[in-house]
């Protein structure tokens, strides 16, 4: 994985003891867990939407943001007329569970002016999905991982090649690989 792995230079380390007084020992303290997650916006200046929702990323709790990749234009997926989105993918480490970090998403997605959507793959203000949590492959009914759509969107991939090219998708294969196999992607990078 490039940036992000379960054991990452500059990643919060455990004391001896828990120095709040609940004397919990190195063993208790939860591993950090890479995870990957896709922004989009179309709504209400989307580069600055997708800017917010990065620096909300960096509170999320029991979380670090540690990767942010460029801004890309890009047009809209599925079949409702609506305006370009801006998308751009970031790298977490987290102690969250999936379920818990697809929580956090949730909430902060509603905290930044999420509304839900009148139509599927409709306009948006703000979409955080979660791609990867580690090697977690879940089908549920209201999680799946890897994000069922990873490997055809280019959207994604492009934004999260940038920072993640060697990553390996569980079931699915490294990063650059399905980037590769996609047609051509129509992106435009909007940071320098």
Do not use: C
Request: aromatic share 4%; no cysteine.
């Amino acid at each position: 994985m490039a940036g992000v792995g379960d054991r990452v230079a500059g990643a919060p380390r455990a004391a001896a003891t828990d120095r709040r007084g609940g004397g919990r020992s190195v063993a208790d303290i939860d591993a950090w867990i890479p995870a990957y997650v896709a922004l989009g916006s179309n709504l209400d200046d989307p580069a600055r939407q997708v800017s917010r929702a990065f620096e909300a990323l960096g509170g999320l709790p029991r979380s670090r943001l540690v990767l942010r990749s460029p801004r890309y234009r890009s047009r809209p997926f599925g079949p409702v007329e609506q305006p370009d989105f801006v998308n751009a993918a970031a790298g977490l480490l987290t102690q969250l569970d999936p379920p818990a970090f697809l929580g956090a998403l949730k909430a902060l997605e509603s905290e930044l002016g999420r509304a839900t959507p009148v139509v599927r793959w409709g306009p948006r203000r703000i979409d955080l999905d979660l791609l990867v949590h580690g090697s977690a492959q879940l089908d549920g009914p209201t999680l799946t991982l890897p994000h069922a759509g990873i490997a055809e969107r280019a959207f994604v991939l492009v934004p999260l090649a940038d920072i993640a090219p060697d990553l390996v998708v569980p079931g699915r294969g490294r990063v650059r690989a399905l980037l590769r196999a996609l047609d051509t992607p129509t992106l435009e990078r909007i940071d320098p």
